[in-house]
């Protein structure tokens, strides 16, 4: 059964930065792509970042662009959300998807979803 686990979410000032994990289990990576969704509090969950496995290439929201990165490790497990000059609207719980491709992910179609992590940004 694949399971997929984020970590890393916390309590930081605006201005910060946090990384987020997310392992996988029981998930043959190249056959997906992998991304990152938030649900604000009181919102529509949205993405933030998408990556094909093997390609490794990335898109963004303009919201976050420039601010977030994605990546992974082909020889390793995790996919990470790097989150730099965090602002309180990033105030979300943040997800791990993983899809058929990158722009399936960006339209919803997501065959896995992690539980979620809590990311709170104060100002």
């Known amino acids: 059964q694949v399971q997929l686990v984020e970590s890393g979410g916390g309590l930081v000032q605006a201005g910060g930065s946090l990384r987020l994990s997310c392992v996988a289990s029981?998930?043959?990576?190249?056959?997906?792509?992998m991304g990152w969704f938030r649900q604000p509090p009181g919102k529509a969950r949205e993405y933030v970042a998408t990556?094909?496995?093997?390609?490794?290439?990335?898109s963004y929201p303009d919201s976050v662009k420039g601010r977030f990165t994605i990546s992974r490790d082909n020889a390793k497990n995790p996919v990470y959300l790097q989150l730099n000059s965090l602002k309180p609207e990033d105030t979300a719980v943040y997800y791990c998807?993983?899809?058929?491709?990158?722009?399936?992910?960006?339209?919803?179609?997501?065959?896995?979803w992690g539980q979620g992590t809590q990311v709170t940004v104060s100002s």
């Open positions: 998807a993983a899809g058929p491709t990158p722009n399936a992910l960006r339209n919803g179609r997501v065959d896995y």
């Open positions: 029981a998930l043959t990576f190249s056959s997906y792509a």
């Open positions: 990556i094909s496995w093997r390609s490794g290439t990335t």
